[in-house]
């Protein structure tokens, strides 16, 4: 069936560095575009990045702009995100999620959980 | 930035019908879409392009939008539809295009 498996979350320091993972099947990835979403303990979804299906554009919240990068790998039906310089407010539930044909997000991930604390 | 602003709370009875309001600058000129999220799991897409339904949602959701206010509508309120609710839109002329509203809590009496 079509799904999206995330990985890579845990505890981190601030100012270190985690890599999410997102593992697509059930569905031709590199048809898709894709984004992150996440959710901080309470709170509501922000939108963190997206990534064109075939990787040629990308655009990310300011909030992480130039902290974290977005990427993919369609060989590997994979999408993943390099998070650097993290802070406590990066702490959250972190979602992939595929981008439907009118822009709305038609499958999510179960989310992984990424602590940011010392 | 586009700004999506939803009520914090709704609440409804049962067999009640439930309206959660989305409100932006011109909404009704972009495409709205809803998503549930109950507690622990990971949102479900509700309504997209404004009213219709993915498969496998209900008939009891159904969702408009003009002007400047979209709206996401329940009937016949079920105990298994609380949740937090949430809009969002495609903002085509921005760098940062997905805009989500604040979300919605609604809670069933």
């Known amino acids: 069936q079509v799904q999206l498996v995330e990985s890579g979350g845990g505890l981190v320091k601030p100012g270190g560095s985690l890599r999410l993972s997102c593992a697509a099947s059930g569905f031709t990835f590199s048809d898709y575009y894709m984004s992150w979403i996440r959710q901080a303990p309470g709170k509501g979804l922000e939108w963190v990045s997206y990534i064109s299906s075939s990787g040629s554009t990308i655009y990310y919240a300011d909030s992480v702009k130039g902290r974290f990068t977005i990427s993919r790998d369609n060989a590997k039906n994979s999408l993943y995100l390099q998070m650097n310089s993290l802070r406590a407010e990066d702490t959250a539930v972190y979602y992939c999620?595929?981008?439907?044909?009118?822009?709305?997000?038609?499958?999510w991930g179960q989310g992984t959980m990424v602590t940011v604390s010392s | 930035s586009y700004v999506l602003t939803q009520p914090p709370s709704v609440s409804v009875a049962p067999g009640k019908t439930a309206r959660i309001t989305c409100g932006g600058n011109?909404?009704?000129?972009?495409?709205v879409h809803w998503y549930q999220q109950k507690p622990g799991q990971a949102p479900v897409l509700v309504i997209y392009y404004d009213s219709d339904r993915p498969s496998g949602i209900p008939e009891r959701f159904s969702g408009s939008n003009s002007g400047n206010t979209a709206t996401l509508t329940i009937s016949r309120v079920e105990a298994g539809d609380e949740a937090d609710y949430y809009c969002q839109v495609w903002d085509s002329s921005s760098d940062h295009p997905v805009v989500f509203g604040g979300g919605t809590k609604l809670t069933v009496l």
């Open positions: 999620a595929r981008d439907g044909a009118t822009r709305e997000f038609d499958i």
């Open positions: 011109n909404i009704g000129s972009k495409s």
